[in-house]
Every structure is written in C-alpha cells, then in structure tokens.
C-alpha cells in the first residue's frame, strides 16, 4: 500500500497528472462555490427580512444576519464536504489518471475497457451523494465524539473512498460484478489504503490533490493485486 503511494506521489508532477489535476482544482472550486450560493439563496427564503416581537417591535436585518452565519457555517463545512466535491470530480477523470499510471508502469498491458459518459456521470454521482449523506450526518457526530472525531473522521471516509477507488479502477479492467467481489475480497488492504487517503483531506489545499493521489495509488494496488 505504501509502495503504491509513493509510486503515485513520484508520478505527481507528470504532464498528464498536471492537466488533469488543474481542471479538477477549477471544477472542484465551482462546485463548492455551487453549494455554498444554493445554500444562501434557501436561507434567503426561508429567513424573512424582519420581524415584529411583542413588547419589542419590529426587529429587521435577519436575512443578512443569516446569510453571514450561512457563509461561516459553509467555509467550515467546505473542509468536510471537499471529500464528497473532490470524489466526484475525479469520477470525470479517473480514466486519464488511470491511464497514465499503466502508460508509465505497466506498458504490456492491454487497453482497458472504456467507460461511457453516461457511465462515468452515474459513478461520479453515486458517489457524491454517498459520500455526502455520510459526512452531512457525522457533522453530528464529530460534536460528541470529543478528541475521536478525527479516528471517526478518517475511518469512515476511508472505507468509503476505499470502496469507490478500489471499484472505479477495477472497473476499467474487470467490469462492475468482478469489481465488487475483489473489493470483498481485499475490503481490509482498500480500507487502509482510504484511510491513507482521508486523513490529508482535511488539510486545505493538500486535499486538492489526494483525488489524483488516489486514483493513481489505487490503480498500482489493483495491478499488483491482480498479477
């Protein structure tokens, strides 16, 4: 598993890998700045303008008030939500990352099976709203888990971005059905290479390149293991 990190860290700064992780950098941005406006505009409609309290009076500037906690709440759950935004960007271009890898370590390889747009768009959703709900409801969780919260964080986004990477690649090579049962079969060896992979995703910036870092160290992981 390290060896399969290290050989992806060392290919980071390849031609292809650079491409790549620049419009998924740009891609990732945009959909977080997505969220963050779908998020201000709903409490833009739900937070009236102001309102009148008994012995009070009217009291106004609520929308405001609760458009600026929006935007706080969003730039501290933008941490969290980078691993669901950043998963399903990399969806998108898992076959370039994929592909450079075998190009440079495995030349005798055969082509691997294309996957189709639309096949590719259902992956990089499915995982986005996987990872989401996940994180989403552990935000609660974080609260009462103390000093565990990170333990919490990192094994719960391990095996989830385990089981996404390990499946992807997989995919490319043996189909879906055979994908999920050597997931099954090595879930141990894909939870800990996640768990690798989750832990820097927390750190701003650094978490823009693990997508790229993980498609690449899980592609060597699968060739290993299937040798």
């Known amino acids: 598993m390290l060896t399969a990190f290290f050989k992806a860290l060392g290919q980071v700064l390849d031609r292809r890998f650079r491409r790549v992780l620049l419009r998924g950098v740009g891609l990732t941005i945009l959909m977080l ?18 309102v009148t309290l008994p012995w009070i009076g009217p009291i106004g ?13 969003m730039l501290v759950a933008s941490i969290f939500l980078m691993i669901p935004v950043a998963s399903a960007v990399m969806g998108f271009f898992l076959e370039d990352v994929a592909a450079a890898v075998e190009d440079k370590h495995y030349p005798a390889l055969p082509p691997a ?8 768009l259902g992956e990089a959703a499915t995982a986005f709203l996987l990872l989401m709900v996940a994180n989403v409801l552990m935000l609660a969780a974080y609260v009462f888990a103390g000093p565990l919260a990170p333990v919490l964080f990192i094994t719960v986004n391990g095996y989830l971005l385990g089981r996404e990477y390990f499946t992807l690649v997989a995919m490319r090579r043996v189909g879906r059905a055979e994908a999920k049962v050597l997931h099954r079969k090595h879930l141990g060896l894909a939870w800990l290479a996640g768990a690798l992979l989750a832990a820097p995703l927390a750190v701003p910036v650094l978490n823009l390149i693990m997508p790229v870092l993980g498609v690449a160290t899980f592609t060597h992981i699968f060739q290993r293991l299937n040798r």
């Open 61 to 73: 500037g609520l929308d405001w008030v609760a458009g600026a906690g929006g935007l706080a709440v």
């Open 33 to 50: 700045i997505a969220l963050t406006v779908v998020v201000l505009w709903g409490l833009e409609w739900l937070v009236p303008d102001s």
């Open 113 to 120: 099976r294309p996957m189709p747009w639309s096949e590719q």
